[in-house]
């Protein structure tokens, strides 16, 4: 096992399942459940200009809700902070810690918020798409 240290093995580890949950993913796609008109899309848009999701591609709690977002037929920015850079450094300065997903919530006037753990991002995510439908 020579030249290999476990932090290497995990990390490969994480990347051999990330690109698994990825492929299934493409396979099984996610299909709304409904399709919004023209109409909904405009009313729903200046809200979801709002809202980013940082994620990780690979990340199955990430994939959750990227899933529930087509399910409800909503367009919201993913950002992708897998990597070292801008991003991955605003959302562990301004969020608080390097865990995603991570809903960023940018209201004017307003003070940024971030939102983490899947569950509650989904049920935020559900009440936009109720509300303005
Ligand atoms: N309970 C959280 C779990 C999220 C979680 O464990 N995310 C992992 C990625 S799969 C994470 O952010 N880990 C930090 C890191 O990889 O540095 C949720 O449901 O959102």
Known sequence: ??????????????????????????VFPAQPESQRTEAEKRALAPELARISLYQFQGCPFCLKVRR???RMDLDIRLVNCESEGTDRETLVR??????????????????????????AIIEYLGKIGKATA
């Open 68 to 70: 529930a977002i087509k």
């Open 94 to 119: 301004e969020g608080g810690e390097l865990q995603v997903p991570c809903l960023r919530i940018d209201r004017s006037g307003e003070k940024t918020t971030w939102l983490y753990e899947s569950d």
């Open 1 to 26: 096992m020579d030249g290999y240290s476990p932090a290497m093995i995990l990390k490969l580890i994480r990347k051999t399942l990330g690109a698994l949950i990825i492929m299934g993913d493409q």
